[in-house]
């Protein structure tokens, strides 16, 4: 299946901008929707944003849309979100996913390792 890393993680203040990548290893990248997910502490792995294997279909939680972007680059095997405006309560764990292309987390098929990114007020 698809290994995945992410990156791009850190510490930002209130109203500024990220940008995480999830590089990914296997040949069935191009053709996997991929999904990015966020889980804070004491809550559930929360759906954040999904794209479609051709990048052509996305959807995003409405708590980050308009602030968010997710896009992907087959070619170099890499899944993008760019964060925009960024709050205190968007300070969670990221996750990147492979398969699902829901806003479920149980279908999807392979997970990274995760990146911490908070938002300082």
């Known amino acids: 299946q698809v290994q995945l890393v992410e990156s791009g993680g850190g510490l930002v203040q209130n109203g500024g901008s990220l940008r995480l990548s999830c590089t990914a290893s296997g040949r069935t990248f191009s053709n996997s929707a991929m999904g990015w997910f966020r889980q804070a502490p004491g809550k559930e792995r929360e759906f954040v944003a999904a794209i479609s294997w051709s990048g052509f279909s996305t959807s995003y939680a409405d708590s980050v849309k308009g602030r968010f972007t997710i896009s992907r680059d087959n070619a170099k095997g890499t899944l993008y979100l760019q964060m925009n405006s960024l709050k205190p309560e968007d300070t969670a764990v990221y996750y990147c996913?492979?398969?699902?292309?829901?806003?479920?987390?149980?279908?999807?098929?392979?997970w990274g390792q995760g990146t911490q990114v908070t938002v300082s007020p």
């Open positions: 996913a492979a398969g699902g292309g829901t806003t479920r987390p149980d279908e999807y098929h392979s």
